[in-house]
């Protein structure tokens, strides 16, 4: 080893300053490394030290339907930090049950029991309208045990398995049995409407049903594309198990005390969609059941008009050169839906006899032209509607034009 004037250098001072230089060189690789390991090798860039924690839920709503109990909230964008989260967080549903204060069962220190979970990757299956939507059932032990309790609900989300966020705001629901699901809702098509007929539901899931004050009729109106089984007899109707595509979303039509609905506001051609939903009362609480079984019913016009009345023929005799003839005429029909009338002339009483029209009359009057002089006609008429539907045979009404020089009946 050489000094800086070039002389060489040995002995205890050679070997020390070799050695403190390796000890620099150990030093400085040990400090690269750990600046590696830990993340800090490109300046600039933040350290995480601390796991995400969302902000708490503050707009969670409950509310009872049929036996569930329908969760509504927003989901968090931010951490506690104000920083936005890399993703979306897991969602973690509490549930506790408290007796109604004032009552005669004793107050509890119940626990929030974890009731849900929902993995960040399935959060989307439960968004609506930039909301979440969760449904928690009520089984049998829930409903039998706290009738008349209040169900206590709070959320947590979770972005990191360290740490979650604080409860949401608390969602509070008195909780009471409702009725079991309507099953045979049935459907009958009239010139009127459409009648539902059904059977009370008896029971709930916690036992014997209360007396029903009220059914709730809901109605939709299915996409002209939905229509009911091809070969299908004209009006009936058929189940499905789930709403089909839907023009017009389901919405209250009416209520009744009994278990039978006429929809008089039913136009025959489109296909509507059927649920009934029955009504029992508790204190402060009237609470509907969940959908009956759906059905789906496309009213197709099949029903005749009521045939015409007051069916008269007159006479008009012959003047000079213009033959006498016959004029038919009725009364004009009451129902809004009438197209024309067809006429009809036999020679037999009882004999329906051929049509004399070609095309539909639209005034309740024909003129028989054609009338042989000396022959004796029987006249009917019918009506007929916009869907093509003929009515039965008037009352007859005869009469003919006599032979020439032949007295004219009075």
């Known amino acids: 080893m050489e000094d800086r004037k070039g002389e060489q250098i040995s002995g205890p001072v050679s070997e020390a300053r070799a050695s403190l230089r390796f000890i620099f060189l150990l030093s400085l690789s040990l400090f690269c490394s750990s600046l590696w390991l830990t993340g800090c090798a490109a300046p600039g860039e933040p350290i995480e030290r601390k796991p995400q924690v969302p902000t708490a839920i503050a707009d969670l709503v409950a509310q009872q339907q049929g036996n569930d109990v329908i969760l509504t909230f927003t989901m968090p964008k931010e951490t506690v930090e104000h920083r936005p989260l890399k993703q979306i967080p897991a969602i973690e549903i509490y549930r506790k049950f408290e007796p109604v204060r004032g009552s005669a069962v004793l107050a509890t220190t119940a626990v929030p029991e974890l009731i849900f979970t929902i993995p960040s990757a399935m959060v989307d299956r439960y968004s609506q309208k930039n909301h979440v939507r969760v449904v928690s059932a009520l089984d049998a032990g829930d409903l039998g045990q706290h009738i008349g309790w209040t169900a206590s609900y709070a959320v947590r989300t979770r972005a990191s398995p360290k740490k979650e966020s604080t409860d949401s705001n608390h969602a509070d629901v008195r909780i009471f049995p409702a009725a079991d699901p309507i099953e045979d809702v049935k459907a009958e098509v009239t010139h009127a409407g459409i009648v539902l007929t059904w059977t009370p539901p008896q029971k709930t899931p916690a036992g014997v049903a209360p007396p029903i004050v009220a059914y709730h009729i809901y109605r939709a109106e299915a996409a002209?594309?939905?229509?009911?089984?091809?070969?299908?007899?004209?009006?009936?109707?058929?189940?499905?198990?789930?709403?089909p595509k839907l023009k017009v979303p389901f919405t209250?039509?009416?209520?009744?005390?009994?278990?039978?609905?006429?929809?008089?506001?039913?136009?025959?051609?489109?296909?509507?969609?059927?649920?009934?939903?029955?009504v029992l009362q508790y204190p402060d609480v009237a609470l509907e059941s969940t959908d009956s079984k759906l059905i789906v019913v496309s009213p197709r016009d099949t029903f005749p008009p009521a045939a015409p009345q007051g069916l008269v023929v007159v006479l008009v005799p012959a003047q000079g050169d213009n033959p006498g003839y016959l004029d038919i005429s009725w009364a004009i029909s009451p129902e809004t839906d009438i197209a024309g009338y067809n006429v009809y002339r036999s020679e037999q009483d009882g004999v329906p006899g051929a049509r004399l029209n070609s095309e539909l009359l639209l005034t309740p009057a024909f003129r028989d032209m054609n009338a042989g002089p000396g022959r004796h006609y029987v006249y009917t008429a019918t009506a007929v509607?916009?869907?093509?539907?003929?009515?039965?045979?008037s009352e007859p009404a005869s009469g003919g034009v006599p032979l020439e020089g032949q007295p004219t009946n009075p």
């Open 224 to 243: 002209p594309e939905v229509q009911t089984q091809p070969g299908q007899e004209a009006n009936a109707s058929v189940f499905v198990s789930e709403a």
């Open 252 to 278: 209250r039509i009416g209520e009744t005390p009994e278990p039978t609905f006429q929809d008089l506001q039913v136009e025959f051609g489109t296909t509507y969609v059927y649920s009934v939903r029955s």
């Open 385 to 393: 509607d916009r869907a093509g539907n003929e009515s039965r045979a």
